[in-house]
C-alpha cells in the first residue's frame, strides 16, 4: 500500500461517513464491473460472504453441502455454521478441485448445494458441473477466494455458480486488510444477501442506505466500512498489472525449476488462471521439509499447502477415502509469489531451490 490508499483514507475521514456509502458503492461496481456480474456486494470477509451466499440460497440445517476436501478450513466451516452437514469429496490431480466423476456417488435427497473451491485460481470444469446441478437441481455456491483475474470459457469465475465469494484478505492480490465481496447474476439472491447481512432489512435493487428498524428476515451485522472501500479503490487501479505479475512470476518459476527431476508443476493455463501464489509439489513430504528449512535459513519464506479436511480433529476421516487430496497436501508447497517482488528476489530464490537438489 502507498500514497493511493492514503489519500482515498483521508477522503474517508474527511467526509465523516465512515460506514458504508459512496465509496462502498464505487467499489461494489468497480469489481462487478471487472468480473462481469451484474450484482455485487461488499462484507467482512470471504468466510461471510460464503455464509451469507449459503444463507441466501435457502441452506439449513438438515441439509448437505459438498466441498473438496483439499482447501482452506473457512470453506467447509462457511457450511456448519448454517447447521447444514458438509459432505468431503476428493479433489481431481489436474485442476485441484472437486472430482466430478465422484458427485453421483454422494448426492441424495438431502444434497442442496455443491461448493467449487478455485484454488489457486483454478477452475472446475464448469460445463459439466452445471449440467450436473441442473439435472438433480442443486445451487451451486463457488469459493473464488483466489480467483480474481481467472476465467472459465471467456467468463470471469463466479459468474457460471448462482453466488461466488471473493477474498480480500491480506495475501491476496488484491487486499482491504480484511473483507469479502458476494457476486450474483439473480436479482432475488442478491437482495437476499444484502438483507442478511444487515441485520435483516430489506433493501431494492438500488441499495439506498437504510435506518429502518423493520426487519423481514432474521439477518446479521457483515456490514463493509469506508475505510475498507477505501483502500479497495486504490487496490483496484493496481489490479490489472498485478495480475500480469502473477502470472510473468509463475512462468518464470517454471523456466527456472522445470530441469528438476524431484519438482512437478501443475498443469496451469496461464492465459486463464491468474495464480494467487506459484505452487509446486515435491516428491515426498520429507523432501517438502527439507526443502523449506533449507530455504528459511537464507531468509526465504515458503508455505506448505493446506492441510487436507478430512486431516483436521472437527472433521476426523480415514486418509483412504481421500487418496488424491491427502497426497496432495502432504507433497505441496506455495513459493514466495508477492508481486513487489524484484527480480533480483525471485533469482534469489530460483538459484537457492536449484542448489539444494543440486546437493541432494
Known amino acids: 500500500m502507498g500514497k493511493d490508499e492514503k489519500k482515498q483514507l483521508m477522503q474517508v475521514i474527511d467526509s465523516g461517513f465512515y460506514t458504508e456509502s459512496k465509496k462502498c458503492r464505487q467499489f461494489e461496481k468497480e469489481f462487478a464491473d471487472f468480473v462481469g456480474c451484474k450484482y455485487a456486494t461488499a462484507v467482512t470477509s470471504g468466510t461471510t460472504a460464503l455464509y451469507i451466499g449459503l444463507k441466501a440460497l435457502g441452506i439449513k440445517s438438515g441439509d448437505e453441502v459438498i466441498v473438496p476436501d483439499f482447501t482452506f478450513v473457512a470453506s467447509i466451516n462457511a457450511i456448519e455454521m448454517t447447521g447444514a452437514k458438509p459432505v468431503i469429496i476428493d479433489i481431481d490431480p489436474n485442476t485441484l478441485n472437486l472430482n466430478l466423476k465422484h458427485l453421483s456417488h454422494l448426492v ?7 461448493m467449487p473451491v478455485d484454488l489457486n485460481g483454478r477452475s472446475v470444469n464448469f460445463k459439466e458441473l452445471s449440467e450436473f446441478s441442473k439435472k438433480h437441481n442443486i ?41 469479502g465481496m458476494l457476486i450474483t447474476n439473480n436479482k432475488k439472491i442478491y437482495e437476499k444477501c444484502l438483507a442478511i447481512k444487515d441485520f435483516g432489512r430489506k433493501f431494492g435493487s438500488k441499495k439506498k442506505i437504510s435506518t429502518s428498524f423493520k426487519h423481514d428476515t432474521i439477518g446479521y451485522n457483515f456490514k463493509f466500512t469506508e475505510f475498507q472501500a477505501a ?56 523432501q517438502k521439509e527439507k526443502l523449506m528449512a533449507y530455504l528459511s535459513k537464507r531468509n526465504i519464506e515458503t508455505r506448505m499447502f493446506f492441510p487436507s479436511i478430512h486431516g483436521l480433529l472437527p472433521y476426523k476421516k480415514s486418509d483412504a477415502k481421500f487418496p488424491v487430496s491427502a497426497n496432495i497436501s502432504k507433497r505441496g508447497l506455495w513459493l514466495p509469489s508477492s508481486p513487489t517482488l524484484s527480480q533480483n528476489e525471485l533469482d534469489f530464490v530460483s538459484k537457492n531451490i536449484v542448489n539444494f537438489f543440486k546437493n541432494q
Open 139 to 179: 445451487r451451486i455456491i463457488e469459493d473464488t477466494a483466489h480467483a480474481i483475474g481467472s476465467y472459465y470459457n471467456g467468463k470471469h469465475s463466479g459468474n457460471m455458480s448462482d453466488v461466488a465469494a471473493f477474498s480480500f484478505s491480506i495475501p491476496k492480490i488484491i487486499t482491504t486488510g480484511q473483507g
Open 108 to 114: 441424495n435427497k438431502k444434497t442442496k448445494a455443491i
Open 231 to 286: 483502500v479497495g479503490l486504490a487496490q483496484m487501479k493496481k489490479l490489472k498489472q498485478r495480475i500480469l505479475k502473477k502470472k510473468k512470476l509463475y512462468k518464470f518459476y517454471e523456466e527456472c525449476l522445470h530441469g528438476i527431476n524431484q519438482i512437478e508443476f501443475i498443469d496451469t493455463d496461464l492465459k486463464n488462471s491468474t495464480i494467487w501464489s506459484a505452487d509446486i509439489l515435491l516428491n515426498s513430504q520429507k
